[in-house]
Every structure is written in C-alpha cells, then in structure tokens.
C-alpha cells in the first residue's frame, strides 16, 4: 500500500456531503429558473404551474438546507491538505454565510409571500404547508419584496462563490474543488513542481 505525501493529499468530503451538494445545486438553480421565468409569463395556468414547481423546489431547498446544517454540525468539514490563506480563508466562511443564510431566507420568504396572499404552498401536491400566517396584504407585500431582494442576493453570492471555484481551479490550481469533485485534477494541466 503507497502512503501520499502531503502535497499528494487531498481531502473530500464524503459522499453523503457530495451529493447533498450538488442536489442543493440542481435544485436551487432550477428553482431560481423558474422564478425568473414566472415573472415573465402573464397571469394564467402556465404561470400557475411554472410557480406550482418552484414552490415545491423551495421546499425541497428548505428541507434540505436544514439537513446540510444537520450534518455539518455533527461531522465539520474535511482538513485542506494545504490551508487556505487567512483572507481567502475569510472571504470563504463569509460567502458560505451568506449562501446559508440565504438558502433558508429564500423558501422562508417565498413561504410568507404565498401564504400571506392565499396560496397554497406544498411539495409537488404531496405534502401542504400548513398557513401559520393567515392572509395579509402587508405580509404578502413585504415578503414578496424580501424573496425579490434574497434572489438577487443569492446570485450574487453564487456568482462569488463559482468565481471562486474558478479561481481555486485554473488560477492556484489547489484542491479547492477537488473536495466537491474527486474526479477533478486540479494539476492535469499543469507544469510538474
């Protein structure tokens, strides 16, 4: 059995962690999709289908953002081989902030907003969200903008966050992105050091 050296080292999260990842991934891009895309469609029964699926995404966000914190509570996150530097180190725990904080005050908002006009909130028709709100003009205005400002807060905030996994890829050529995609060879391409 070869042992690795350090420089040889890369550690990933596990599975588990991997899949959750990209699964979030999927379905918050699917779910911002298709928001921008309901906002674009006249009142009608397309409208109403396309934001039938984007609450049901949100859910599923929400659930599995609450499953994510969960697990990082109880497991952390691996050891980089090499650590980051204090203030990529830094940028790094902020922006993953902001994208937690963001994932759960997305569905939150998007929740209010449609609870507090009226509408019926569920996961693909499966499960409904009970209305703890009741129907408010003043909530469902509020909410509404708030869900409108988190979205172009949280593709701010994924914009950040895969500049920086470009970055880490084809610039420093570290494992940043290797923890997320084994498979990925950050010094395929590179000159041998």
């Given at each position: 059995m070869k042992s690795q050296s350090a420089s040889q080292f890369v550690a990933v999260y596990n599975p588990f962690f991997r899949t959750l990842h990209w699964l979030m991934a999927l379905v918050i891009?699917?779910?911002?999709?298709?928001?921008?895309?309901?906002?674009?469609?006249?009142k009608g029964e397309m409208r109403s289908?396309?934001?039938?699926v984007h609450k049901s995404l949100g859910v599923a966000a929400l659930m599995l953002i609450v499953i994510r914190?969960?697990?990082r509570l109880v497991a952390g996150s691996p050891p980089y081989a090499v650590p980051l530097g204090r203030?990529?180190?830094?940028?790094?725990?902020a922006v993953h902030v902001l994208l937690y904080a963001l994932m759960i005050a997305m569905?939150?908002?998007g929740y209010l907003t449609s609870s507090a006009g009226g509408h019926d909130v569920s996961f693909f028709g499966l499960i409904s969200l009970p209305n703890v709100v009741g129907e408010s003009k003043a909530i469902d205005a509020g909410a509404?903008?708030?869900?409108f400002v988190f979205a172009w807060a949280i593709g701010a905030a994924l914009f950040l966050h895969l500049a920086a996994v470009v970055w880490?890829?084809?610039?420093?050529?570290?494992?940043v992105l290797t923890r997320m995609w084994p498979r990925f060879q950050p010094y395929a391409s590179a000159k041998p050091r």
């Open positions: 891009f699917a779910a911002l999709g298709l928001g921008v895309w309901a906002t674009l469609l006249p289908d396309v934001l039938f914190i969960v697990a203030l990529t180190r830094a940028g790094s725990h569905p939150v908002s509404s903008q708030a869900h880490h890829a084809r610039v420093k050529r570290d494992e």
